[in-house]
């Protein structure tokens, strides 16, 4: 059975500042998604990531897959209220089917 | 518009009434999933569904069923609910191209009260 975290669990932030949340898993796995829900609403995704090391970027944001497979990262830079929301981890175990995590709630404050 | 619509968004029911969640795509997507979301317990899949008439158990599958006899539909049926299953439902699509990490389409979501 794979163990996957997310940390924080939750977060509070000023409007401007930075931030960084994290998904680490006790097995490797082939390929992550990361998706943001929004209150009232299913979740979107955002990115896939693929290989290992790599490191996408999508406007202020920017996704990284571990080097080992077992570990995914998101950073904000200069966050806004728009970016509030649920991040959910989904990393693939090669069974072709997800698994999420239990996501970090972000709240960024005007 | 390429949606997954999810009806209905609320329901109060009481134990033991049966009920159906429906969802239908308009993506002609092969595969469908059910997933339930719980505070502190994430997201979790109930049932997915890989084309017409093949449906497989999810991680907690116990207390429903699902069905899948046209594509666009994958309705979730709760034969005998009790207040365990009280949640907040999605229902997902995607296509299904043998690589892994397709992009899931999310319907809104129902939520369920089961009293």
């Known amino acids: 059975t794979q163990l996957l975290e997310q940390s924080p669990q939750f977060l509070s932030i000023q409007e401007g500042e930075n931030l960084t949340v994290y998904c680490n898993s006790s097995?490797?796995?082939?390929?992550l998604q990361w998706y943001r829900q929004e209150p009232g609403e299913g979740p979107v995704l955002l990115v896939t990531?693929?290989?290992?090391?790599e490191v996408k970027k999508l406007k202020r944001l920017t996704f990284q897959f571990g080097d080992a497979r077992k570990d995914s990262s998101l950073h904000i830079t200069a966050a806004q209220p728009g970016d509030t929301g649920l991040y959910l981890c989904?990393?693939?175990?090669?069974?072709?089917?997800?698994?999420f995590g239990k996501g970090n709630q972000v709240v960024v404050i005007p | 518009e390429a949606q997954v619509t999810q009806n209905p968004r609320y329901l109060i029911t009481v134990t033991g009434k049966k009920l159906t969640v429906t969802c239908s795509q308009n993506m002609n997507h092969e595969y469908m999933s059910w997933y339930r979301q719980d505070p502190g317990l994430g997201l979790r899949q109930i049932y997915y569904?890989?084309?017409?008439?093949?449906?497989d158990k999810g991680d907690v599958p116990e207390g429903y069923k699902v069905s899948r006899k046209e594509k666009r539909n994958f309705p979730l049926i709760l034969e005998s609910p009790s207040p365990n299953q009280t949640s907040l439902y999605f229902c997902?699509?995607?296509?299904?191209?043998?690589?892994?990490?397709?992009?899931?389409?999310f319907g809104s979501g129902t939520q369920l009260s089961v009293l």
């Open positions: 997902a699509s995607s296509f299904l191209s043998g690589q892994p990490n397709e992009k899931l389409f």
């Open positions: 989904a990393p693939c175990y090669g069974n072709n089917r997800l698994a």
């Open positions: 569904s890989m084309n017409v008439e093949v449906t």
């Open positions: 990531v693929v290989t290992g090391g």
């Open positions: 097995s490797v796995f082939s390929s």
